[in-house]
């Protein structure tokens, strides 16, 4: 079964960056597509990012130009560097293969304060 490990959030000022991590195991992590997707309190999980097993990526609009999606095969782990932060970008963060297994690691929480 696929376990997955976030870690990386924290309080920070708008403006601030935070880089998260998310370790996968008991997957072909380097042959699938890999996601961060979080989910703000009220609002349904959205995906905010996403690479490919060849290093394609891709964002939703409301990050795009302020997050980098990357990962790290030799570690089966992927990363989101997240800068100019917004409070609006305060959530719960996950990631996850594209589409997405039916397990969920426990997240991480990222507060950017005004």
């Known amino acids: 079964q696929v376990q997955l490990v976030e870690s990386g959030g924290g309080l920070v000022q708008a403006g601030g960056s935070l880089r998260l991590s998310c370790t996968a195991s008991?997957?072909?992590?380097?042959?699938?597509?890999m996601g961060w997707f979080r989910q703000a309190p009220g609002k349904q999980r959205e995906l905010v990012a996403w690479?490919?097993?060849?290093?394609?990526?891709n964002y939703a609009d409301s990050v795009k130009g302020r997050f980098t999606i990357s990962r790290d095969g030799t570690r089966n782990t992927v990363y989101l560097q997240m800068n100019t932060l917004k409070p609006e970008d305060t959530a719960v963060y996950y990631c996850?293969?594209?589409?997405?297994?039916?397990?969920w690691g426990q997240g991480t929480q990222v507060t950017v304060s005004s």
């Open positions: 996850n293969a594209v589409p997405a297994y039916d397990n």
């Open positions: 008991g997957s072909p992590f380097s042959m699938i597509v």
């Open positions: 690479i490919s097993r060849g290093g394609n990526s």
